[in-house]
T-cell receptor, first 114, second 115 residues
């Protein structure tokens, strides 16, 4: 059974800092790994998708890496801004029977202060 | 155009009532999901449908009954609502295809409060 863990659970940084969010998963047989952002009271916004055959993906100030063999992914945020404040979720897509299922991590709540 | 839309956004109801949440996706995806986000913000899958066929049912009480009239719609009906059903319910879709998956897109969520 896939288990996804994110550390830290919460993080507060001053504006302008670079930061790394960590995601680990127990079953390395995944199809892809997706990072989401969730603002309070809102839905999930997809940030980056890394296929199992890829090592990293970049979008603007965000860079996500994937190391399947060690069961780890990281989300790097460069030059953080107050608008980056949100909860960040990683989710691993794996197989269950004949279906595929996204298993979510516990989330990292990020606050970027002025 | 909203890719995955669900209605209503908020739902407040009394214990014992029956309610439905509707979801529609216009992405042409073949797989749709219902997820539940509890008070601790943890997201857990409830159901998954592929081309109108139920493929995942994660030990959800049978008071919850999903229905997929076509592959663009997945509704969730809940009978005899209980206080513990209070949560945010998210609908999502992706293109599965032979067990693999593309990017999943989520609706804005339905905040259900049972009083």
């Amino acid at each position: 059974k896939q288990e996804v863990t994110q550390i830290p659970a919460a993080l507060s940084v001053p504006e302008g800092e670079n930061l790394v969010l960590n995601c680990s998963f127990t079953d390395s047989a995944i199809y892809n790994l997706q990072w989401f952002r969730q603002d309070p009271g809102k839905g999930l916004t997809s940030l980056l998708l890394i296929q199992s055959s890829q090592r990293e993906q970049t979008s603007g100030r965000l860079n996500a890496s994937l190391d399947k063999s060690s069961g780890r992914s990281t989300l790097y945020i460069a030059a953080s801004q107050p608008g980056d404040s949100a909860t960040y979720l990683c989710a691993a897509l794996g197989r269950t029977g004949t279906a595929s299922k996204l298993t979510f991590g516990t989330g990292t709540r990020l606050q970027v202060t002025l | 155009d909203t890719a995955v839309s669900q209605t209503p956004k908020y739902l407040v109801t009394q214990m014992g009532n029956d309610k439905s949440i509707k979801c529609e996706q216009n992405l042409g995806h073949d797989t749709m999901y219902w997820y539940k986000q509890d008070s601790k913000k943890f997201l857990k899958i409830m159901f998954s449908y592929n081309n109108k066929e139920l493929i995942i049912n994660e030990t959800v009480p049978n008071r919850f009954s999903p229905k997929s009239p076509d592959k663009a719609h997945l509704n969730l009906h809940i009978n005899s609502l209980e206080l513990g059903d209070s949560a945010v319910y998210f609908c999502a879709s992706s293109q599965a295809g032979q067990g693999k998956g593309t990017e999943a897109f989520f609706g804005q969520g339905t905040r259900l409060t049972v009083v």
